[in-house]
Nanobody, 124 residues
Framework: QVQLVESGGGVVQDGGSLRLSCAAS????????IGWFRQAPGKEREGISA??????????VYADSVKGRFTISRDNAKNTVYLQMSNLKAEDTAVYYC???????????????WGQGTQVSVSS
């Protein structure tokens, strides 16, 4: 059974940083693409970053809204993917989800496996 567990969310002041983790069990993340998504109150869930499998060259993509501020990375030894978030703004407040798929890679919500989400709140 595949399980993705996000952690690292919390409350941070405007301009601060957080690092989110997505730990997987039952699935080797180096053979999977991983996406990070977020859903703000009253808004649709949006894809913000993704990293392809190692076989896919570990290609990385960012949404324009986070480019230059967020960094996605993978630690194969820990079977964990991270999202380092810097220069956080109030509009980054959302529930953040990670998702994994052995085939699909990108910012669309086509991933097969999803975590439960972690709340990030940015106060001004």
């Amino acid at each position: 059974q595949v399980q993705l567990v996000e952690s690292g969310g919390g409350v941070v002041q405007d301009g601060g940083s957080l690092r989110l983790s997505c730990a997987a069990s039952g699935l080797a993340l180096d053979n999977s693409a991983i996406g990070w998504f977020r859903q703000a109150p009253g808004k649709e869930r949006e894809g913000i970053s993704a990293i392809s499998s190692e076989g896919g060259g570990s290609a990385i993509v960012y949404a324009d809204s986070v480019k230059g501020r967020f960094t996605i990375s993978r630690d194969n030894a820990k079977n964990t993917v991270y999202l380092q978030m810097s220069n956080l703004k109030a509009e980054d407040t959302a529930v953040y989800y990670c998702a994994a798929d052995p085939n699909y890679w990108g910012l669309n919500q086509l991933y097969h496996y999803w975590g439960q989400g972690t709340q990030v709140s940015v106060s001004s």
